[in-house]
């Protein structure tokens, strides 16, 4: 009985450890969409700290979306997301499958001017004459092709790789098949939990683009939808335009979140079940 009693009480303390490590996550969700979609009033009534709110409105939603720039700045995150992380993946996985073979010439040497590159960077001033240099100033590709290949992503592809069975390669080159064939006919398909890992990582650096979309690109139509917002907030919170008349600055800010996440959080469960095994099957080994 005594044992029996003792496992009630633990199973009342994990199942009221959840609840609360649960709601801990819920409520800064639930306090975004409800600051985004309350009327001014109500903001002003509670003193800009409201759940549920009374009174429901899109204003905030409407004022972004009205912004002719919006679903340009839409297509232009899209493109560089899909293609961007499209090109991450091809690199990546084509550098990470040599470098996984022991028996590559320079091999060590390649990795450790690899793990340099996590400690230190050529520098800003360096890469933007870099990019200027070939042409990409102003071009969507200014924001894809530099960070082509991330080093830490690429590491991790590499690990997963050596944890294939070699057998599995020796038996495709008896049957005739070449690298190229293996690697696509073979690897790849055995890397899928990986491959969506290292891809959704990619996918939300792209998404989240600010920084090289300010460094590369001058012309508006071409900023993603993070500069637009961006730029959006900036002339909410400008006084001289008494925007929060109508708008208040938390209900745009709230807005703004809600719009660039939403995404991501629709097509996060769709690949979650690949991240979970992808990332402890190329977990780095020490």
Do not use: C
């Not at 990986?194 to 996918?203: C, K, N, P, Q, V």
Request: charged letters at 10%; zero cysteines; aromatic letters at 12%.
């Amino acid at each position: 009985m005594v044992t029996v009693g003792r496992a009630r009480v633990f199973s009342v303390f994990v199942y009221t450890l959840l609840i609360v490590l649960s709601a801990s996550i819920v409520f800064p969700l639930l306090y975004v969409v409800s600051v985004s979609i309350t009327p001014y009033s109500e903001v002003l009534k509670h003193g800009g700290f409201i759940i549920i709110p009374s009174k429901v409105t899109f204003a905030a939603y409407t004022a972004f979306l009205n912004n002719s720039l919006i679903p340009t700045a839409y297509g232009v995150t899209v493109f560089i997301t899909v293609v961007g992380t499209l090109v991450n993946l091809a690199l990546t996985s084509l550098m990470a499958y040599p470098l996984s073979k022991s028996y590559l010439p320079g091999r060590n040497k390649l990795l450790l001017l690899l793990v340099f590159t996590l400690l230190f960077s050529g520098g800003m001033i360096p890469t933007y004459l870099i990019v200027k240099e070939t042409g990409l100033i102003n071009s969507l590709w200014s924001m894809i092709v530099p960070s082509a290949v991330g080093t830490f992503s690429l590491l991790m592809m590499k690990t997963f790789f050596e944890q294939l069975p070699a057998s599995l390669d020796d038996a495709a080159r008896i049957d005739g098949a070449g690298e190229l064939r293996i690697f696509a006919r073979l690897v790849l398909p055995l890397s899928m939990p990986i491959m969506a890992t290292i891809g959704l990582f990619y996918s939300v650096g792209h998404w989240n683009e600010f920084f090289q979309a300010v460094m590369y690109v001058n012309n508006p139509v071409k900023w993603p939808l993070q500069v637009i917002l961006k730029g959006i907030l900036m002339q909410a919170m400008n006084p001289d335009l008494n925007f929060e008349e109508t708008l208040p600055t938390e209900s745009m800010q709230m807005s703004a979140v809600v719009l660039t996440a939403l995404p991501i959080l629709v097509i996060y469960p769709f690949v979650q079940q690949y991240f979970t095994q992808g990332k402890l099957l190329g977990s780095i080994k020490g």
